[in-house]
């Protein structure tokens, strides 16, 4: 062999080593990756009865991040006491309705909303011996939700007043049609109404189901799944293909991880788009639809003979951005309103539950301020 083709040789041989041994590294890298992740999906296996609701913190920490449809997939049944509790909550059809035991022969105040709406009506059947509460809610509403229940119940036909509620961190999802693409952590599949202005007045696009039943009957048909996500992807402000489809990557907890933090970066993303340092964007859609609800919310309950009340729940850290964003649409309207602000800081974190509820104080002191409202506008 020349001494030409003996130094090629060695230079090739020397190069596969280099080459080989700069692999190694990333090579065991990936395997050790391989190896933790398989370790995690065994060690901190999520439960797999739907109806176990409360699974330790790193079982739950490592099932976030799993995709919309993943996570309905596990949660769902076809029978009502083997599915997961969220899955039946929030239909419109049936409509969740608390009635409270009528004191006397008082008048009936109806809620629609979100939790917060829900602890409203149980704080004014603490303090109030002059109105007895009716309660309509979803977990999580936005107003979109409220708003239609209440075109469904129109105060259940014997409400004295109604009362609307806004929150303002769930505000940007007004826009949408199901909780399930906004809710990523833990998604609701409960629908909404989706609302949107059609000249001087609102229009409205219904869901592609309403009730729980069919619900599952479109979620276990891949044909009728595939017809209702095109609907979703359509008209929700909030649908996103890559965290709501499911693929094989479902089955690995540190893809799922990153799926997380994307999502979180999208939900994040859609509240800085719309609440900017000089508050909410009174040119955005959903202020607009918002503004519109409220006339015609307004129009409605009165043409009905019921008072009509807004209640804005002001979320700790957002000050009174919404309050100044709907006060337009309240002003205009002359339409009588009850905003956390002005008996709670949004500010004051001694007002709030770590949830992001009032205080139980603050309830009361609200429900007060509420009767106040409604007999001020009698």
Known sequence: MSQLS???SNSSTSSVRRIGSALKVPLWVCIGLAVIDVLINIVFAYPSDPRVTNPSRLRLYFEYGR?????????????RTQTAP?????????L???EYPAKSQNPIVTIYGMSHAVRLGQALGRTSERF???TVGAPGASTNWSYGAYLRDRGGGKSRA???????QNFPMITTLSAMTWTFDLPMPYTSDRFYLDGDHLGVIHPPYTSFEQYVAAFSDPAKWSTARDYF???DSMFNNFILRANVLDRSSLFRLIRRAYAQRVLRNARNTLLTSEGFRSDSEQVQVARAMIHEFAQQARSDGMIPVIFIANNLGYSDNLFKALDPALQADHVPYLSSHTIVSPDDP???LPDSHFTDEVDDRLARALVKVIENSN
């Open 350 to 352: 001694r007002g709030y």
């Open 132 to 134: 007895t509460p009716r």
């Open 96 to 98: 969740e309705v608390q």
């Open 233 to 235: 992807a359509k008209y």
């Open 86 to 94: 969220i899955t039946l909550s929030g239909w419109y059809d049936p």
């Open 162 to 168: 109604v009362v609307l509620a806004f929150m303002s």
């Open 67 to 79: 995709s919309t449809e993943g996570q309905l997939s596990r949660m769902t049944r076809a029978d």
């Open 6 to 8: 003996s130094f090629i």
